[in-house]
């Protein structure tokens, strides 16, 4: 087993990540003062920062399409050049709406990137680092948020005109991105399903693993031979696919109903309204970032270890534990003014990282059929970003009306249903080869 040059195919593709965090977390330190500087309303500037979430809608849900008949490595091309024309214009955005459009077409590029590197990464590795290898996807979302945080701190601040600077650095990766892809090669499973080409898919397996070359193509091929479904999208839908769909939606809802990308998009916001000042706004996000990382990288390490749903009850409890405690402090007005709410926050976000963060894009990316996963990856991330847009659209109104207490009461009530979602449905799904799961997965299989 080549595994250094699996991990260097997967931290390629898994940059685009990086980018993707980069991007919907740059926002958070310049949208206050894009507000003041266009006299933007709440509702106004809550649709600015959620058009990015428009477009990774459409960029999730349509993404599974080009990875079909381009492949993967291609889509990622596109995806790299669409974060950087979103990272140009967004830069020199003489006005809001010129802003939303070219955030908007850094959505698409986060959309697409999320159905498209964790489903490549996937793909390419083997059944004991599955785990490992693609949630170095997660990974460099947290280290693009990390790296917005302190690019944004040290910028020191938004106003005079350095929110464009803030947004302009992200050139900087995506060009690094769109150089690197082109050094990895196709998915050898898309190139056996979608186009036969045997021969260059042995090429990129002798890479991989020299002796288990004719033993991976001939099960890849049994399973596309044994199965009658041709991997259409009316087929997708049929019903016999249920299992993985369901799945597949709450584990994207759930994710998203944490209220996890309001406190990602808003916490300079959330912050400032407990008494802090911009700077210490500011680094407290920094320090969001910095616990991300860290309890990410904690995921990261059990995941193959202790598994998918291990991760999922210690989430589940801390989510309850901290957003309770958030509501609680937000609507008694203790410890204004102090670090307790920033200290609640990094307990919330290292809940989320641990669990949700580590194992949404794997989870999704193991559960789906070879010959269906790109719609399977396609409907996993356009529910997590559907919902992710709504939040980021209604939580500066939501919150201005009902309070920090009720916005963060309803969050910890919707995730008792979460850990009631892992405990009777979650499945399992650490050291099982792709294809073994395909048979776990599918009715009447």
């Known amino acids: 087993m080549n595994y250094k040059k699996i991990i260097w195919w997967s931290i390629i593709v898994a940059f685009g990540g990086f980018v993707f965090g980069f991007d919907t977390a740059v926002i958070s330190g310049a949208e ?52 950087l024309i979103s990272a140009v214009g967004s830069a020199f955005s003489p006005e809001v709406y010129s802003l939303m459009f070219f955030r908007f077409i850094g959505g698409l590029a986060v959309g697409a990137s999320s159905v498209v590197a964790p489903m490549y990464i996937s793909e390419i590795s083997p059944t004991n680092k599955r785990g490992q290898l693609t949630a170095l996807f997660q990974f460099n979302i947290v280290v693009g948020i990390l790296i917005s945080y302190l690019s944004n701190y040290f910028i020191g601040g938004a106003s005079d005109g350095n929110w464009r600077i803030m947004l302009g650095i992200e050139i900087i990766p995506a060009a690094l991105f769109l150089i690197l892809i082109f050094f990895v090669p196709r998915s050898p ?163 989320h990282a641990v669990g949700q963060g580590a194992v949404i894009w794997v989870f999704i990316s193991e559960i789906f059929p070879n010959n269906v996963r790109s719609y399977g990856n396609s409907l996993g991330s356009g529910t997590h970003w559907v919902f992710a847009a709504f939040i980021a659209a209604v939580f500066p109104f939501v919150t201005s009306t009902l309070g920090g207490g009720i916005t963060f009461a309803i969050f910890t009530f919707i995730m008792v249903f979460q850990l009631i979602f892992v405990w009777k449905m979650m499945p399992e799904t650490k050291n099982k080869s792709l294809e073994e799961l395909e048979k776990l997965m599918i009715k009447n299989k």
């Not at 049994?222 to 696919?241: M, R």
């Open 32 to 83: 206050q003062e894009i507000q003041n500087l266009w006299n933007l309303s709440d509702t106004m500037i809550g649709q600015t920062v959620a058009m990015a979430l428009y477009g990774t809608v459409i960029g999730a849900l349509l993404g599974g399409f080009p990875s079909e008949v381009l492949g993967r490595k291609r889509t990622l091309v596109f995806v790299a050049i669409l974060f």
């Open 189 to 351: 499973r898309w190139l056996i399903l979608k186009k036969g080409l045997i021969d260059e898919a042995r090429e990129v397996l002798q890479e991989i693993d020299p002796s288990q070359v004719e033993n991976n193509i001939a099960s890849i091929q049994y399973n596309q031979d044994n199965n009658e479904s041709k991997g259409g999208l009316k087929e997708f839908f049929s019903g016999k696919f249920n299992i993985p769909i369901s799945l597949a939606f709450l584990i994207a809802f759930f994710n998203q109903l944490s209220g996890i990308n309001a406190v990602i998009y808003y916490s300079p916001r959330i912050f400032a309204e407990t008494g802090m000042g911009e700077s210490a706004s500011l680094l407290s996000s920094v320090g969001v970032g910095f616990i991300n990382l860290i309890a990410t990288l904690l995921g990261i390490f059990l995941i193959d270890r202790m598994g998918r749903k291990f991760l999922m009850y210690i989430c589940s409890f801390g989510y309850i534990i901290t957003l309770g405690l958030i509501s609680l402090t937000f609507y008694t007005g203790f410890g204004e003014g102090t670090l307790l709410i920033p200290f609640l926050v990094f307990g919330f976000i290292a809940s």
